[in-house]
Nanobody, 125 residues
Framework: QVQLVESGGGLVQAGGSLRLSCAAS????????KGWFRQAPGKEREFVAA????????YYAVSVKGRFTISRDNAKNTLYLQMNSLKPEDTAVYYC??????????????????WGQGTQVTVSS
């Protein structure tokens, strides 16, 4: 059974940092693209960042560019999201996602094949 399990969420003050992890089990994702999304209450799930299979190509939402960094450790089958200079508007449930076969970053949320259960990030002002 394939599972993606996020961890590292929590409560932090504005300006603080958190590092999210997403550990995969059941199969390897070392040669496929991965991404992070988030969903705030009453809003749609939105793209945060994505990374190709090698880690050489990354994409970020405008709202997080320069503050968040996506990375991966293929040997550990784990995805990371380093979040710095957090703002109250970053409060959301954060989800990791993985593509089943593509080395390139999917063009839309719907193209990801596997999703984690999410981890809550709350930023207080």
């Amino acid at each position: 059974q394939v599972q993606l399990v996020e961890s590292g969420g929590g409560l932090v003050q504005a300006g603080g940092s958190l590092r999210l992890s997403c550990a995969a089990s059941g199969r390897t994702f070392s040669n496929t693209a991965k991404g992070w999304f988030r969903q705030a209450p009453g809003k749609e799930r939105e793209f945060v960042a994505a990374i190709d299979w090698s880690g050489a190509i990354t994409y970020y939402a405008v709202s997080v560019k320069g503050r968040f960094t996506i990375s991966r450790d293929n040997a550990k089958n784990t995805l990371y999201l380093q979040m710095n200079s957090l703002k109250p508007e970053d409060t959301a449930v954060y989800y990791c996602a993985a593509d089943a076969t593509s080395t390139r970053v999917p063009g839309s949320r719907d193209e990801y094949d596997y999703w984690g259960q999410g981890t809550q990030v709350t930023v207080s002002s």
